[in-house]
Each structure stands twice: as structure tokens, then as C-alpha cells.
């Protein structure tokens, strides 16, 4: 009986690890053909490395089959959601999240998947459940964090898979690995989804404005790139508005909220924006008023700068000094006022006489002021010909210091601020700045207002100026170098499920050479529909008689002349008072004597 016993023990102890053994290799069979499918999904997408979620649910044997698996990999678990490092968070990575039985810990699953991922620009998910369920919500989830590439398959079957498509509705169905795949590779097809933009009345890159019939009229290069993109990829666009009164901030707040997915705005990297890849490098330009013809007022001492003027007043004094000690020296008298009026003669070229002087002196002073005066003349009266033969510009403003000597002030709007702070402009430009409006700076803008200087990025800049075409002077010109250069992009919403095929999409724009056309096209456009305007060709003829300015310069030269006289005048009365006193006192001496 003993051994009878003993024997049933043993035969119960055989079967028990048979069976064990047979589990045991049922689920290294079942993790070795997930471990090939894993296998066959990095190979289709060209994953650079692989990334495993796993959870107390799942099985030693899995865990110890995933660890043995070659790198690069990382392994997360549901107690430690940590996040990616910088260099696996830009990787073409497959993730592999194993899905917990209880509804609740699947959330607490997914929560801890953003958490570790953050936002990266390509995903690939497969999710491995224990069993098939109701798997509707997994796949809403997904797209309602605009995962499109998921994929959902079982510990038991994981040759089986699920998978879901959004478009037009939500539709979930089975598949396999090369049904999925050659579907994959194939360009997206969006079938007819609508990808809401918004803009205004932001020219160049938007035209959207709405018409007396209260119908909307939408133009402008980033509009026509959208367009563009929903063609390619078989979408709908769909222009969402929120107010006519079009701003940035109108932007900001819409992509916050995911009401629409793209803006027709150009805005740099580094602030709170999401923004296309890749970046393009743009410059910041001040556009400033003109330099303005000189007036005929002034022509009078554009010849020479105020220093010359200054040595030649200081020339007239000493020389009339000189010779006033000569006279004083030879005949008893100074003649100063006398002198001075012959030595301005001789310095405008006119007849004069060096009395009191006679004599071989008075030949040779003659001779050396005739041929100085010459040569002062004829130069000046070269100098001053020239500007009368050619048209004269005041100094041009070529930097920020030009702006704050004409005291003129850049008018920006507060996104304007934003940049200028973000990207540590200048404090001198910061001190000319003018904050207002945006409305009331792109009224400013069209109307080339020379009162004011304007802050503006190359595209805006070229529309602006192109209204100077016909001009022959021009209003404004644009100041180089400029102010910044900065890296810009097309705002975004963030999670948006197509993005990359939009940055390809807008990187082959870039290359082709057709974002610089569509530029030209928005200016032709902005023209067509009285956004902006070719200003006429100014008129050189005198159309009318000739107005107080042109006697500025005569009336000028007869004022100096006058005040000149006068001040001999009131020199020699001076002169002839002082010595009045002192005859009669020598002439009571000789009498005395």
C-alpha cells in the first residue's frame, strides 16, 4: 500500500510538471512570435530603436523574451513613467505597450504612454491586450490624440491584428501585417477630411477679407500652400472664422483650442508657438521713410560742410585784421569795415579797390586776392552747378541712430514686442518702437506713411515697396543689413496628425521654387482686388508759376549783403566816435603847447 501510495504521488507530480512545461513553452511559442512580429514591424518602418510599456500583468516569460531582445531598446514599467531621453525622443521609434486587464489600469497605462513619449513628430503603435474586447474606445483614443499608425493584437493570437481608419468616420476592422503594411507605404489619403486654417487680412501670406455681398474673398501664398496640400493628399479645406478684425492673437487662441489646425502666419522659433519643420531663415527689416529732395533754401551752403564755412568766416576776420594793422601801420587809420567790404567782393568775384593802399602794396594785395577769390568762386560755383544739374537728397537714415535724429518713430503691434524680446533686439530700436494697433499699422503700412518707420519680415517688406514701382523717387526704402535674422515657420496646431506629410509637403514647396512664385502671384493679387495700389509716377514739369521757394536763395544773398553793410556801417560809426574825442584832446594839447 505504502508503495502504491508513493506511486501516485509521483505519477501526480510528473503530470504536474508536464504541464508546467507545456505552458511554459505555449508562452515562449507565444512571445517568440510576438517577438517576430515586433521584429517584422521594425523592419517595414526602418525603426531606429524599439520601446516596450509593460505592466504587472505581464508574464515573466514575456518580460525575460523582451529583455533578450537585441537594442537599441527601452523598457518602461507602470511604476516608473519616466520620460525619453533628448536622443531617443527625435528616433523613428515602434512602441509596444502591453494593456493591463482592468479598464482602470489601461488608462493609468495610457497616461504614463504621453507622459514618457511627450510630443514626437512620427509614431508607430502596437498594443498587445491579454484577450480581445471591446476595443472601440482604444482607437477613439487614438484618434483623439491624432495617433494614426495603431495597431492591436493579443498575447494568444498576435499574428491577428486590428486596426482602425478615420476617415471619412471611424472604422475598425482586422488585418494582417502585409495588408496593413502595403497600405501604410501608400501616400495618405485623407478622403475629403477637412483641415480647418484660419487668417486675415495679413498680406502677403493671407488676403481673406470679407466683400460688400458678404461672401469671403480668400487669397494669399500660405492660403494657396494649403490649398495646394489638401490636393495633393485628397482633402477639403475649411476657412473658420471667428471676427472680421483679423489679429495674431485671433491665431494663438484657435490653435490653443484645436479649432483649427493651421494659420496662414508666419511666426519665429523659439516662443510658446507650434510651427512647421523645417524652419526657413528670414531677415527682420526696418522700413523707413525716404530721404526727401533738398529745398532750394538750402542749396545756398550744400556746397560746404559747417566746418568750411567756419574757417572761411575766420579767413574774412584774420585777413581783414591784417590789412587793417597794414593801413593802420602806413596811413594812420584801420579802414576795417572798408577792407572787409573789398575782401567779400574779391571772395564772390567782384569789382573792388584796396584803398587806401597804393603803390606796389596795393598791386600785390590786388593780385593775391584777385587769384584767391578765383579760384573760391569758380570752386563754389562749380560745386553749387552740380546740385542744381542733378536732384539732391538730405542724408539718408541707414540705421537706427538716422531714425532717432529725425525723430522718426517704428510702429509695431504687440506680437512685434514679443519678438523683439524674444530674440534680445537692441535697446535703441526698442526705444524707437511705437506700439499700436494692428489695424491701424496696416492702414499705415498701404499708405506708405513717411511719418513713421515700419518693422517688417522680407515678404512683407517686397509687397510693400512694390507699390513704388512707377515712382521714380520713391517713399520708403528698406534698410540693409537688417535687423535680426530669425528662423520662422508656419504656425501650427499641436497633435496634428499630419504634420510630417505637411513639412514634407511644405520643404518641396521651398525646393521647387514655388513658394517664391505664389509670392509674386499674392502680390499681383493684393493689387487685382485694391488691397494695395501702384502709386503714380511723380511729374517733373512745372506745371504752374513758381512759388515763394525758389526766391528763398536770392532773397538770402540779399539779406547777407544787407546785414554785412549795416554792420560796416555801425563799425565805422563806432570807429568814428572813438576817435572824435581823442582829435580834441590833441588838438587842446597843441594849443597848449
Known sequence: NTLTHLDNKMRKLLLLLGGFFIILYTHDGEATKLLDIINTFNAKINATATSFFLNPYTSTTYERALRQEAPPKIIFSLKSPAKLVKELRNAYMLYVVFLPPPYAEQQQQLNNLLHAIGRISVKFFLFVSTEYQDTRWLFKWCWEKKI????????????????????????????????????????????????????????????????????????????????????????????????????????????????????????????????????????????????????????????????????IALTFISLTAVLALMAKYRYSDWYFGRLLLNLVASFIFLPFHLRPFTGCAHCLLYIILFTTGFLFSTLYLAFLSSIFSADIDEQQISDVAGLKKANVSILIDETDVAILQLYNAPQALLERARVELFSVIRYRQLALDTRYAYLCIVDKCSLLMSQQKFMLHGKVYMITPGVMSIFVGVVMAKDTFFDVHFNRHLQRVFEAGIMARLQEQSKEEAIRLSITKYFPTEKRLIESALTLEYMHMPMMLMVIGFVMAFMVFCMELLIHRWRKPRANVLELSHRVC
Request: net charge negative.
Open 148 to 311: 494614426l499608425n495603431a495597431l492591436l493584437t493579443t498575447n494568444d493570437t498576435p499574428m491577428l491584428l486590428t486596426t482602425y481608419r478615420p476617415f471619412p468616420h471611424l472604422q475598425v476592422y482586422n488585418t494582417t501585417a502585409d495588408a496593413y503594411f502595403e497600405q501604410f507605404h501608400k501616400k495618405l489619403d485623407l478622403r475629403g477630411y477637412p483641415i480647418r486654417y484660419t487668417g486675415g487680412l495679413n498680406m502677403p501670406r493671407s488676403l481673406i477679407f470679407k466683400k460688400q455681398n458678404d461672401e469671403w474673398e480668400v487669397h494669399g501664398y500660405l492660403v494657396q500652400v494649403f490649398e495646394l496640400f489638401a490636393a495633393n493628399f485628397n482633402g477639403s479645406l475649411q476657412h473658420v472664422i471667428r471676427t472680421e478684425n483679423y489679429t495674431f492673437e485671433d491665431c494663438a487662441k484657435l490653435t490653443e483650442e484645436h479649432q483649427v489646425d493651421l494659420c496662414a502666419e508666419l511666426y519665429p522659433f523659439g516662443g510658446l508657438m507650434h510651427l512647421s519643420k523645417p524652419l526657413h531663415m528670414t531677415g527682420l527689416y526696418i522700413l523707413a521713410p525716404r530721404a526727401r529732395r533738398l529745398s532750394i533754401f538750402y542749396y545756398f551752403s550744400a556746397p560746404f560742410t559747417i566746418e568750411l564755412w567756419l574757417l
